[in-house]
């Protein structure tokens, strides 16, 4: 089996003001996953017991911020809705992706005085994903 690598991937935001790739200056992109539970043990029960309910997930993503940013922070501004699509070995036929309705969190910036501006961002997913 072959390893993967982050080297190939493929991370677009689209959002009424266009496409804006991610994955040119990318550092790391987190996709979490969640389902909420819902407490269903009673009566003589001796251990709680769940069932699923909801799913949710959050993706984080981190790259670095380019001399052209100003167009990236107005992709990145807090409550955009957008579609967020994440192909982490490519986009060649039969590698997997993920297709996200997702809002932006909002843009953070990390400005240290001796090294590169890094930018990231929390998407919220925002319905069913595939």
């Known amino acids: 089996m072959a ?3 982050g080297q190939n991937a493929v991370i677009s935001w689209i959002y009424s003001g266009g496409t804006v790739p991610l994955n040119t ?4 992109i987190s996709e979490n996953p969640s389902v909420d539970l819902a407490e269903c043990s009673a009566g003589a029960d001796t251990y709680k017991s769940y069932i699923a ?4 997930a959050t993706i984080d993503w981190s790259g670095l911020l ?9 992709a990145l501004a807090p409550g955009t ?3 967020l ?3 982490p ?4 036929a039969g590698k997997p992706s993920k297709t996200y309705p997702a809002i932006c969190m909002g843009a953070r910036t990390n400005i240290p005085y001796n090294d590169v501006v890094e930018i990231s961002c929390t998407f919220q997913a925002n319905g069913a994903w595939s």
């Open 3 to 5: 390893d993967i690598t």
């Open 25 to 28: 200056d990318f550092r790391s």
């Open 53 to 56: 309910t909801l799913k949710d």
């Open 66 to 74: 380019q001399a052209s940013g100003t167009a990236m922070l107005t």
């Open 81 to 83: 809705s957008g579609t």
């Open 85 to 87: 699509i994440v192909y």
């Open 89 to 92: 070995e490519g986009t060649a």
